[in-house]
């Protein structure tokens, strides 16, 4: 029979996951419950940058292919890294009022995956190479 100590600590576990799994639930990058509408790939030498690039990210399917996607409030999208080095999916631009996103580093032959929970169009860039940009589109 469990003593009145271990079913307290028990009880405290279960919040504390509980407010964990709220928490990750709400942010951008979840996606539970979700429907994934969209795969990208981050594009195979996409790590070689432009022989003219200057600053600024390009919205350009050499980088994340599609380098466009449109999907619905609520919908994922899949991001798979086929290159040879690690990269990031960053939010640059969001809506007003939307969150903003960042997967952190990306190994080659990972995925990840966001969310989008608010409608309007969304840029993203590679913190590491700053010339690779993508967009998002989405539609109430």
């Known amino acids: 029979m469990a003593t009145r100590a271990t079913t307290v600590a028990i009880g405290i576990v279960v919040v504390v996951a509980a407010i964990i799994a709220v928490f990750f639930t709400a942010q951008a990058g979840n996606s539970v419950g979700s429907r994934t509408a969209a795969e990208v790939a981050i594009a195979l030498n ?3 940058a432009p022989a003219n690039w200057e600053s600024g990210y390009l919205i350009d399917d050499k980088f994340y292919a599609p380098s466009t996607v449109t999907i619905r409030v609520g919908e994922s999208i899949r991001w ?18 939307a969150s903003t996103f960042d997967s952190s580093f990306v190994d080659p032959s990972k995925t ?16 590491l190479h700053p010339y690779m940009g993508g967009k998002v589109q989405v539609l109430p």
Do not use: L
Not at 80 to 97: A, E, L
Not at 116 to 126: D, I, M, P, S, T
């Open 46 to 48: 996409a790590y070689i």
């Open 112 to 127: 990840v995956v966001f969310t989008f929970r608010a409608a309007g169009e969304y840029e993203y860039f590679c913190t």
């Open 80 to 97: 798979t890294n086929r290159d040879t080095t690690i990269h990031t999916v960053t939010s640059q631009k969001v809506p007003n009022g």
